[in-house]
């Protein structure tokens, strides 16, 4: 029965294939919404580090809203006592002051992240790719990878930020993370340059090890001048990252199963028309002696067959479509952040196993009815 029902599938081509392609096609977009929430959250999830501490300041779990007065990060810089965190030579903090100021390049709203000049190389894995890191108190930027070449900032251009034009001092990758959506600048001229004299969103720490950054928030429990908060940079933009990534999915599930309802309910137009289709064939096979069973198996079988086919063509297609395909959205601080696409193992298993689900509940139905024609009636419709 399986044999003779597959081998009729040619006959039944153009309705054949609209099953699989619906299948495939609700495969696709699971896979997209899917891998858009996984590059996202590997760009975000990249760029933290469990060894930096982010002192952010006003009752704040963001760096926009923060502010730190410098009276506080003094204070800070004169305690004495173990605070968990890595201190030069002459027993100064190393830390990096921070702000980031939204700025416009053609037309797209980008991080300028203005730093102290340690702070590039306070980050883990960031390696400049060209040129040189920017000079103090000069008006240079360095350029993430990413934005480099989306963008066409090449060394020694310049472009306007804001009200004054930037030359381009180098580029640095940060193995595709989302540090490669910013520019980096020095602090005092970024805040020159903006109308932000004085202000500093974030301080950035080097923990001496991950787990002393209880010892530092408690130090800063003692600070009374305003309320400070100390997260791990890895945490910071996971918390970005997991609530976007949700948002992403809210969109994409439900999407995704509305159509493989209608995928489901095509499913079963499309066997039941086989059915209808093979009437004949079905009756005769019966009256041979093949069991219900074996015409139940036959024609649901058929249908998972269709739809495998239907999830290997949509798998191929969505790894094709959008593993590494550049897209961008709003992230960290409410700027343009760019990512890829990451079509992974866990996403092809899961909608491949949605678009198998189609197959063997939109056959079921139409199995059963084939298990119940009258034989007589059957054969004598083509008598």
Not at 181 to 203: M, T
Request: hydrophobic share 50%; aromatic share 6%.
């Amino acid at each position: 029965m399986i044999r003779t029902n597959l081998s009729s599938l040619p006959r039944r081509f153009a309705i054949s294939a609209s099953m699989a392609l619906s299948v495939a096609l609700v495969v696709c977009v699971l896979a997209g919404f899917l891998s858009m929430a996984k590059g996202f959250e590997r760009a975000l999830n990249g760029a933290g580090s469990h060894s930096i501490a982010v002192v952010l300041g006003g009752g704040t779990n963001q760096e926009t809203g923060s502010d730190i007065p410098a009276s506080v990060i003094r204070t800070l810089d004169a305690m004495t006592g173990d605070m968990g965190v890595v201190r030069d030579a002459g027993g100064k903090l190393v830390s990096s002051r921070e702000i980031v100021v939204p700025v416009d390049v053609r037309q797209r709203t980008l991080a300028l992240r203005g730093m102290d000049a340690i702070g590039p190389s306070i980050r883990d894995g960031i390696t400049l790719s060209a040129g040189r890191v920017f000079a103090p108190g000069a008006r240079e930027i360095v350029v993430g990878d990413r934005l480099a070449g989306e963008f066409g900032l090449g060394m020694g251009d310049t472009v306007r930020l804001g009200a004054v034009d930037w030359t381009v001092a180098g580029h640095f990758s940060a193995r595709g993370s989302a540090f490669e959506s910013e520019l980096w600048a020095d602090l005092d001229a970024v805040r020159a340059a903006f109308d932000r004299q004085g202000q500093v969103q974030s301080l950035k720490l080097r923990l001496t090890d991950p787990a002393s950054l209880n010892r530092l928030q408690e130090f800063l429990s003692t600070i009374t001048e305003t309320p400070l908060v100390a997260v791990s940079e890895a945490d910071l933009y996971a918390a970005q990252s997991g609530r976007t990534g949700s948002l992403i999915r809210l969109f994409g599930w439900p999407i995704a199963l509305l159509m493989a309802v209608g995928a489901t309910a095509g499913a079963l137009n499309t066997m039941m028309s086989s059915v209808a289709d093979r009437t004949v064939e079905i009756a005769t096979v019966r009256a041979l002696g093949f069991s219900r069973l074996s015409a139940f198996l036959g024609t649901w079988i058929e249908a998972v067959v269709l739809a495998s086919a239907g999830v290997v063509l949509g798998l191929f297609a969505s790894w094709l479509a959008f593993n590494g395909w550049q897209a961008s959205t709003i992230g960290a601080n409410n700027t343009r952040m760019a990512f890829q696409l990451a079509v992974t193992r866990d996403i092809l298993l899961t909608t491949g196993l949605l678009g198998l689900a189609i197959g063997i509940l939109g056959g079921a139905l139409p199995a059963l009815a084939a298990t119940r024609l009258p034989l007589t009636t059957a054969l004598r419709a083509r008598g």
